[in-house]
């Protein structure tokens, strides 16, 4: 998170002074996911400070992102509910990952690295509606948490097409009301 405590809206940056020991290197590919703009790219690692730098951040909020490495030949899940587990099987091409959240609470999953040629997303062994943004190379589809844990299964087509119904992320409208930032 990159917070602004100021009541307009400022820019900021953020320096890794040594991204390598974060294990950040320069030569892998990472995604850059803003949780709030629900935009996602792909940068390279010697990038990293470039990416992070003049943020706007609106009066009294904060801009949150999510980095993690970009996978060469399968899609990973970015955002949605907190992950428990993630499995790549490469031969089925078959991703599978468990998430949490609240019981009953209803949130957007985002799968990045969705390039592969997406099949179909299965909830709780259920088929769900997922859409492709072929701008953003996301997978992105609502889902409901209950008590236990969500296993969500992402199938690649064999042929590397897309065959999930393509529509845009549209950001998340911003909070009118609630607690900000003092």
Same mark, same amino acid.
């Given at each position: 998170?990159?917070?602004?405590?100021?009541?307009?809206?400022?820019?900021?940056?953020?320096?890794?002074?040594?991204?390598?020991?974060?294990?950040?290197?320069?030569?892998?590919?990472?995604?850059?996911?803003?949780?709030?703009?629900?935009?996602?790219?792909?940068?390279?690692?010697?990038?990293?400070?470039?990416?992070?730098?003049?943020?706007?951040?609106?009066?009294?909020?904060?801009?949150?992102?999510?980095?993690?490495?970009?996978?060469?030949?399968?899609?990973?899940?970015?955002?949605?509910?907190?992950?428990?587990?993630?499995?790549?099987?490469?031969?089925?091409?078959?991703?599978?990952?468990?998430?949490?959240?609240?019981?009953?609470?209803?949130?957007?999953? /985002?799968?990045?690295? *969705?390039? @592969? +040629? %997406?099949?179909?997303? &299965? #909830?709780?062994?259920?088929?769900?509606? /997922?859409?492709?943004? *072929?701008? @953003? +190379? %996301?997978?992105?589809? &609502? #889902?409901?948490?209950?008590?236990?844990?969500?296993?969500?299964?992402?199938?690649?087509?064999?042929?590397?097409?897309?065959?999930?119904?393509?529509?845009?992320?549209?950001?998340?409208?911003?909070?009118?009301?609630?607690?900000?930032?003092?």
């Amino acid at each position: 998170p990159i917070a602004n405590m100021d009541a307009k809206e400022q820019k900021s940056s953020l320096a890794f002074q040594a991204p390598q020991a974060l294990g950040l290197l320069p030569q892998e590919n990472y995604i850059l996911f803003n949780v709030h703009q629900e935009v996602a790219r792909t940068i390279k690692g010697e990038a990293i400070n470039q990416a992070f730098s003049e943020v706007a951040i609106p009066g009294q909020r904060l801009q949150l992102f999510c980095l993690r490495a970009a996978p060469a030949d399968a899609p990973a899940h970015l955002w949605g509910g907190k992950r428990l587990s993630e499995v790549w099987d490469g031969k089925a091409r078959i991703l599978t990952f468990s998430v949490q959240g609240p019981a009953g609470l209803q949130d957007t999953v /985002f799968l990045g690295g *969705a390039q @592969q +040629g %997406l099949q179909e997303v &299965l #909830v709780a062994g259920r088929p769900a509606l /997922f859409f492709f943004d *072929a701008a @953003q +190379g %996301l997978a992105h589809g &609502l #889902v409901t948490f209950t008590a236990q844990p969500l296993r969500i299964e992402v199938r690649c087509s064999q042929d590397g097409a897309n065959r999930l119904p393509e529509k845009p992320v549209s950001a998340a409208p911003a909070p009118k009301t609630g607690k900000q930032v003092p």
